[in-house]
């Protein structure tokens, strides 16, 4: 019941679930071999006790792209990471970059995705902001980077579809505006028109205490890696293709924020215009007329 409300994006009979196992090779066999392209967008944000970030990006995504070649499958794109790097200080981006390798070496005209933080329904950023349980930071939410409308990610995706050009690629898609996570946080306060606040724990202490409630909760907490990854700055790939090569012009955090972040208010403050609009109004009250006569 739970992804039923997914069937309505297809007509009858033209979206079909099929059951696998990221360690069973014959049921990710049986999921690709009737298509004609396949998409890879399995991955995990931390480890858990049944996988670790090395069972699902690298040895999951090798057993994924030889069920691809195996069946010959027309296109495969395989969807990272920004910052995927093998030297990563970040077990999340080294295990990312070791995959993109596996999946290249066994399928060269995979197409490489590597989309940046994502904002839109049900994200992981602007909602995260928005919540009452976004509470404890290490890094004075001091990282950078380029937040992208899911939509213009999805988009491209799709593009891929119809352009052959797009296979043996590597993309970095990525958002029109550099932010740092205070400046969300910011945007995100003015919109919901409240003040969320934040408690700044040294990366020596939450480190090892993220670590251990990742062990023995089993409710998504947060990651020893995690804290890691808000020390590290998305650096963009200058070799790497981008939204331009597909026509795409991706959308402004800003213009967003209202349609994604309105059910947060108040009943008070519920019909209020989005933050901008309301800046605006601001402004005129404030326009003088200089008199240089």
Same mark, same amino acid.
């Given at each position: 019941m739970a992804k039923r409300h997914l069937k309505l994006t297809g007509d009858l009979g033209r979206v079909i679930f099929m059951e696998y196992d990221l360690r069973n090779t014959p049921s990710l066999e049986e999921s690709v071999r009737h298509s004609d392209m396949v998409y890879n967008l399995v991955g995990l944000d931390y480890p858990t006790k049944n996988f670790t970030l090395e069972d699902v990006h690298v040895e999951g995504a090798e057993r994924i792209a030889e069920a691809v070649a195996k069946y010959d499958i027309d296109?495969? @794109?395989? @969807? =990272? =990471?920004?910052?995927?790097?093998k030297n990563s200080p970040s077990e999340f981006f080294r295990t990312k970059a070791r995959g993109e390798d596996v999946v290249r070496h066994i399928f060269p005209e995979t197409t490489i995705v590597r989309p940046?933080?994502?904002f839109g329904f049900e994200d992981r950023l602007l909602h995260k902001l928005a919540g009452v349980t976004n509470l404890i930071t290490s890094n004075r939410m001091q990282q950078t980077f380029w937040p992208v409308h899911a939509i213009d990610v999805g988009q491209a995706l799709a593009e891929m579809i119809e352009d052959d050009s797009t296979a043996s690629q590597t993309y970095e898609l990525y958002g029109p505006t550099e932010y740092s996570m205070v400046e969300i946080a910011q945007l995100v306060d003015k919109e919901i028109i409240k003040h969320r606040r934040h408690l700044n724990i040294p990366k020596r202490l939450m480190k090892p205490a993220a670590a251990l409630l990742n062990r023995l909760l089993w409710w998504k907490t947060t990651s020893a890696d995690e804290v890691e990854r808000e020390f590290i700055d998305q650096v963009i790939d200058p070799k790497a293709k981008t939204f331009k090569d597909l026509g795409i012009e991706p959308g402004e955090l800003s213009n967003f924020t209202f349609f994604y972040l309105q059910a947060y208010r108040s009943w008070a403050f519920y019909d209020l215009p989005p933050a901008t609009e309301r800046e605006k109004r601001e402004e005129k009250k404030y326009l003088h007329v200089i008199d240089n006569q």
């Open positions: 296109r495969f @794109v395989h @969807v =990272s =990471s920004y910052n995927a790097d940046a933080p994502l």
